[in-house]
Every structure is written in C-alpha cells, then in structure tokens.
C-alpha cells in the first residue's frame, strides 16, 4: 500500500480559491490512479476527482466540473487539486486517496486513504 498525506486546507471566503496537496509514499506512486474525496458533516462521502497514472486522463464529479482541476506530479508524488470559484457547499473534509484500478468513483474501490483535510469555505 502506499501512505498519504495531505495538506492545505483552511478557511476561505465564497469566491475564493484553495489548493490541496497529497504527499504520497511507499510503493510506486505511478502504480495507483489517484483521486479525491470529500465528506460534508452528516453527509455521505462524496467522489471529487480522479486522474490515471500518467496523469492524461481525469475525471469529476458533477459538482465540481469547471471549478476544480486535479494534478499529479510522479516525479515527485504527489497529487494536487486546485479548488477555484468556492462556495459554502464545498464546505468538507477532503480526502486523497489511491486505487489499483481505473479511475473509479466509488470509495470501495479505493485502496489507500489518506487523514483527511478540512476545507471551510464562509458565505
């Protein structure tokens, strides 16, 4: 498996912008296909992003199509997501987390996660 940290949440006005960054170690960074998580209080979790192994292919959920744009750097390995346009209901604890398979969207299918990172966005 592979251990997965991430960092750069905070507070950010309605409108704003944040990006959050996965440190990611262990085996083979390139190995996993990587995507993003959150979970709003008494909310289920909810898929945000993915992006293959080579990083050509993406994908996202509906709620944050044109907003968010996910990244990943192998050399380094790590993973990015890079939050624009914000609003309250981006409101969440953000997850990375790291799947043998191909691009999922569902939490099951996801093998490594990472502690999570707060995101509050005020209105």
């Known amino acids: 498996q592979v251990q997965l940290v991430e960092s750069g949440g905070g507070l950010v006005q309605t409108g704003g912008s944040l990006r959050l960054s996965c440190a990611a170690s262990?085996?083979?960074?390139?190995?996993?296909?990587m995507g993003w998580f959150r979970r709003a209080p008494g909310k289920e979790r909810q898929f945000v992003a993915a992006?293959?192994?080579?990083?050509?292919?993406?994908q996202y959920g509906d709620s944050v199509k044109g907003r968010f744009t996910i990244s990943r750097n192998n050399a380094n390995n790590t993973v990015s997501l890079q939050m624009n346009s914000l609003t309250p209901e981006d409101t969440a604890v953000y997850y990375c987390?790291?799947?043998?398979?191909?691009?999922?969207?569902?939490?099951?299918?996801?093998?490594?996660w990472g502690q999570g990172t707060q995101v509050t966005v005020s209105s």
């Open positions: 987390a790291a799947s043998a398979g191909y691009l999922p969207t569902t939490p099951t299918l996801y093998d490594s």
């Open positions: 262990g085996r083979a960074f390139s190995d996993y296909v």
């Open positions: 992006i293959s192994r080579s990083g050509g292919n993406t």
